[in-house]
């Protein structure tokens, strides 16, 4: 009996963990939908059974994810994940590529349900200067010349986080989402910063190999010097860590800020399992709360 009562006992702890579990979303990059994080998914659901798992698609993915404006997208995304009953307590985040920009923004402006871990895999966190980036001839000859038209600005996601080293005013001045979520402007937004400074951890990861994400540091916040394409400055050397914009420091002086790198192609993070390993030991851990 005694044995029966501890087995009994030991079910219900097992059911009362998997249904504490926190929930985790999913954001997929440029140029792709949600079918590109079905692997990463499956990984997450084996790793841990019973985990509810959301995979968000913005509008029809691909064409949606070139052609509507980062505002837009992230205004999509927080409607699909308020609307979900099952993230209700929060929820462990996941953004890859452009994706990593919705997820952080949706962090930074709404945070509601709360985001406890955020995580993202190989993005343009301080933005992407070169190209060929989209591979579709006259996107890249747009970006590589006038990107900080009104009309593109509106037309085309990846100019909103077009960030050209040798053009930092105009930057400033025309960029309709970077800049704002990086809390470039003179006056910050310090909710941006006080939701980023709840996180219990950020996660940053970028790829040795990675040819798309230019600088392919940007995924650790590191970029180009203003007036270089070649000099990349480390986050801990850019008034964006030393006068806290964001949080940053805030988080790596409390030890809630952790880097890692891989060595996968880009577009192969979310979806082949040679990257799998770096699923495991760099996101899992974050994963299991």
């Not at 249904?19 to 979303?25: C, D, K, Y």
């Not at 986050?235 to 880097?259: C, H, K, P």
């Given at each position: 009996?005694?044995?029966?009562?501890?087995?009994?006992?030991?079910?219900?702890?097992?059911?009362?963990?998997?249904?504490?579990?926190?929930?985790?979303?999913?954001?997929?990059?440029?140029?792709?939908?949600?079918?590109?994080?079905?692997?990463?998914?499956?990984?997450?659901?084996?790793?841990?059974?019973?985990?509810?798992?959301?995979?968000?698609?913005?509008?029809?993915?691909?064409?949606?994810?070139?052609?509507?404006?980062?505002?837009?997208?992230?205004?999509?995304?927080?409607?699909?994940?308020?609307?979900?009953?099952?993230?209700?307590?929060?929820?462990?985040?996941?953004?890859?590529?452009?994706?990593?920009?919705?997820?952080?923004?949706?962090?930074?402006?709404?945070?509601?349900?709360?985001?406890?871990?955020?995580?993202?895999?190989?993005?343009?966190?301080?933005?992407?200067?070169?190209?060929?980036?989209?591979?579709?001839?006259?996107?890249?000859?747009?970006?590589?010349?006038?990107?900080?038209?009104?009309?593109?600005?509106?037309?085309?996601?990846?100019?909103?986080?077009?960030?050209?080293?040798?053009?930092?005013?105009?930057?400033?001045?025309?960029?309709?989402?970077?800049?704002?979520?990086?809390?470039?402007?003179?006056?910050?937004?310090?909710?941006?910063?006080?939701?980023?400074?709840?996180?219990?951890?950020?996660?940053?990861?970028?790829?040795?190999?990675?040819?798309?994400?230019?600088?392919?540091?940007?995924?650790?916040?590191?970029?180009?010097?203003?007036?270089?394409?070649?000099?990349?400055?480390?986050?801990?050397?850019?008034?964006?860590?030393?006068?806290?914009?964001?949080?940053?420091?805030?988080?790596?002086?409390?030890?809630?800020?952790?880097?890692?790198?891989?060595?996968?192609?880009?577009?192969?993070?979310?979806?082949?399992?040679?990257?799998?390993?770096?699923?495991?030991?760099?996101?899992?851990?974050?994963?299991q709360n």
């Amino acid at each position: 009996m005694k044995i029966l009562s501890s087995l009994v006992l030991l079910i219900t702890l097992v059911i009362a963990l998997v249904s504490a579990t926190r929930p985790v979303v999913l954001m997929h990059g440029f140029s792709t939908g949600k079918e590109s994080m079905e692997p990463l998914k499956s990984w997450i659901e084996e790793a841990i059974p019973g985990i509810y798992v959301l995979n968000v698609e913005v509008g029809n993915g691909r064409f949606d994810s070139i052609f509507t404006t980062m505002d837009s997208q992230l205004e999509e995304f927080a409607q699909v994940v308020q609307a979900d009953p099952n993230l209700v307590n929060g929820f462990n985040l996941i953004g890859f590529s452009q994706g990593t920009l919705i997820a952080r923004a949706f962090v930074q402006r709404y945070n509601s349900p709360p985001v406890y871990n955020y995580i993202g895999w190989n993005g343009p966190q301080a933005g992407q200067f070169g190209t060929p980036f989209v591979n579709i001839p006259w996107i890249d000859k747009v970006l590589g010349t006038i990107p900080y038209e009104k009309t593109i600005q509106k037309k085309l996601a990846v100019a909103e986080y077009w960030k050209d080293p040798f053009k930092i005013e105009k930057y400033l001045e025309r960029s309709l989402f970077l800049a704002d979520i990086n809390n470039e402007y003179p006056v910050k937004n310090t909710t941006y910063k006080d939701n980023l400074t709840k996180l219990n951890a950020m996660v940053l990861t970028y790829s040795t190999n990675d040819k798309t994400i230019i600088p392919k540091e940007s995924g650790w916040f590191s970029f180009y010097a203003d007036g270089s394409g070649k000099e990349v400055v480390p986050l801990q050397q850019q008034a964006q860590y030393t006068e806290d914009w964001l949080g940053l420091r805030t988080l790596d002086e409390s030890n809630r800020l952790f880097f890692y790198t891989t060595t996968c192609t880009h577009r192969d993070h979310p979806i082949e399992d040679y990257c799998k390993p770096y699923f495991t030991n760099f996101t899992l851990p974050y994963l299991q709360n």
